[in-house]
């Protein structure tokens, strides 16, 4: 795939952005809301799938090969980190949610919000499965410890929901603007 320089440049653009807001945390409750979900998803929207699902690798790709861009550090140890099937999901959720809203013409607030639900339902299965296994057979967890911490990340999809709406949201003010590639 031969990239154009603003492609390249906002594919990078994307991944410093998700690095930044892996490190933003907003507490809220017993909950912490990182930045992270929002610029993976806002880079399937802009970037479309390939591109978006690009930006989403290459910060995961830097992380596994030890720059500390996730928010426990990095190294190719993370792959059996708990929390590490939600970022593989990132990229999952990129190029599924750029994929379907670029059969969007225009593309409107309801179904943009619908297609980001999708997309966090998608980290949510991926990333619990992986928090599960990780859990019980690397750590040695019990199962019962491990559904009680994944009801605890559940109870976080009510505000990630509101963050979803608040990307599409943003993501329709950038298509106004012109920032969605065609791809």
């Known amino acids: 795939m031969k990239l154009t320089t603003r492609?390249?440049?906002l594919v990078a653009l994307f991944v410093a952005f998700i690095i930044v807001g892996a490190f933003v945390r907003i507490p809220i409750g017993t909950y912490v809301i990182t930045l992270q979900p929002v610029f993976t998803l806002l880079a399937g929207f802009v970037l479309g799938a390939k591109?978006?699902?690009?930006a989403v690798a290459v910060y995961v790709l830097m992380g596994l090969i030890g720059?500390?861009?996730f928010t426990a550090g990095g190294g190719p140890q993370y792959v059996v980190h708990p929390t590490f099937g939600f970022l593989f999901a990132f990229i999952i959720e990129a190029?599924?949610?750029g994929k379907l809203s670029r059969n969007l013409n225009p593309p409107r607030?309801?179904?943009l919000f619908v297609i980001g639900?999708?997309?966090m339902?998608?980290?949510y299965l991926l990333g619990l499965c992986h928090f599960y296994l990780t859990s019980v057979y690397v750590l040695g967890m019990e199962s019962s410890q491990v559904i009680a911490?994944?009801?605890v990340i559940l109870g976080g999809a009510f505000k990630d929901a509101i963050l979803t709406a608040f990307v599409a949201k943003i993501a329709l003010k950038l298509h106004s603007a012109g920032y969605w590639l065609k791809r």
């Not at 591109?51 to 690009?54: F, I, K, Q, S």
């Open 7 to 9: 492609e390249i440049v």
């Open 51 to 54: 591109l978006g699902a690009l």
């Open 67 to 69: 720059i500390p861009v």
């Open 95 to 97: 190029l599924v949610c």
């Open 109 to 111: 607030f309801l179904p």
């Open 117 to 119: 639900l999708i997309g």
């Open 121 to 123: 339902v998608i980290v």
């Open 149 to 151: 911490l994944s009801t």
